[in-house]
């Protein structure tokens, strides 16, 4: 068990009362059920029931579900290939991100997409890409239509810190700035693109830091707490809201698995994911936490872990019950 000390709990009192008991558990929910369906997308992987490749972000869960919790609907949302728990934690129907995940006719993007590019407009989930930092530059894009329409929308911008090193990144903050876009730019911070270890591809202890460059607010959150994330990404939401622009948050976490299922992972070791393991898993922090100040029980908490596995279970049978897209119609949405 990861003990969490008193001065934690302190720290998140006035939050833990202003969100309530009922918006945290399901924020615990929606965690379990990310990792159920990761967990399962690997088995269905090595079964030979998905085809390609996928990018996993088991050990991830409290960045996209602090982020998604912090916006408000209506918002808009762009992430990246790393994306299945971006994409729930924003609502997505398990159903058909598991059939858009298995190529099936009824998944969000008619087995189209696949794992890389799961979008859902009429959730203004504008989806991700298979393109490092491709998603940075759109997000510019929309925090100027919503300018524009002088709405009080915002765009969250997720991407990885291997991102942050292209130059659509630079571009995208200084667009950003000098024209004071509503969009929260959310680098997810995960210790390593590809196989770079981030102190290798980075000469500043913070990619945080990077926002002053930019003239903007630049913040860095232990990623794996899910109420520090939800509390950063609140606050650089009201700011874009008030009209004051963008905000560059960065949320350190770690990936369990490799960088896809090709990954063999010789460029760490098995120790050093174990101890992520043991001492920074998010979904048994935020568990302690709701169990020592009384939210959940410990029922409680076995229980929302058996729930989520039995949901990505009845997304698995959805899926495999639902037709293969129509090779008459393989041609439908292509543009270009």
Known sequence: MIQLSQDVIQRYHDLIETLGPEALKMMLQEMHTIRA?????EQLYMQGKVHGTMHLSIGQEATAVGAANAMQE?????????????CMAW???????????????????????????IADVESNNLGANGIVAGGIPIAVGVGLSIKMRRTSQVCLVIFGDGAANEGAFH??????SIWTLPIVFLCENNQYAMSMPVEKAFNIEKI??????????????????????????SQAAARARRGEGATLVEAKT?????H?????????????VRYWQENFD????????????????????AQMRERAVAIIDEAVAFSEASPAPNVADIMDGVYA
């Not at 209506?74 to 971006?86: C, V």
């Not at 926002?211 to 520090?228: E, H, I, M």
């Not at 770690?254 to 490799?258: A, F, M, S």
């Not at 299922?261 to 460029?267: C, E, F, L, T, V």
């Open 260 to 272: 896809s299922k090709s990954d063999k992972q010789a460029y760490r070791s098995r120790e050093e």
């Open 208 to 233: 945080s830091q990077r926002a002053a460059a930019y003239g903007l607010p630049g913040v860095t959150v232990d990623g794996n707490d899910v109420l520090a994330v939800y509390s950063a990404v």
């Open 254 to 258: 770690y990936r369990y698995k490799g």
């Open 171 to 176: 571009e995208a903050l200084n667009m950003a």
């Open 74 to 86: 209506g918002d808009y949302l762009l992430n990246h290939h790393r994306g299945h728990g971006h």
């Open 91 to 117: 609502g997505a129907d398990p159903n058909r991100m598991m059939a858009e995940f298995m190529g099936k006719e009824t998944g969000y993007c008619r087995g189209r997409g696949g794992s890389m590019h």
């Open 282 to 301: 998010p979904i048994m922090r935020f568990t302690n936490l709701l169990l020592m100040v009384g939210v959940i029980t410990e029922t409680e908490a």
């Open 37 to 41: 369906f990761e967990e399962r997308a």
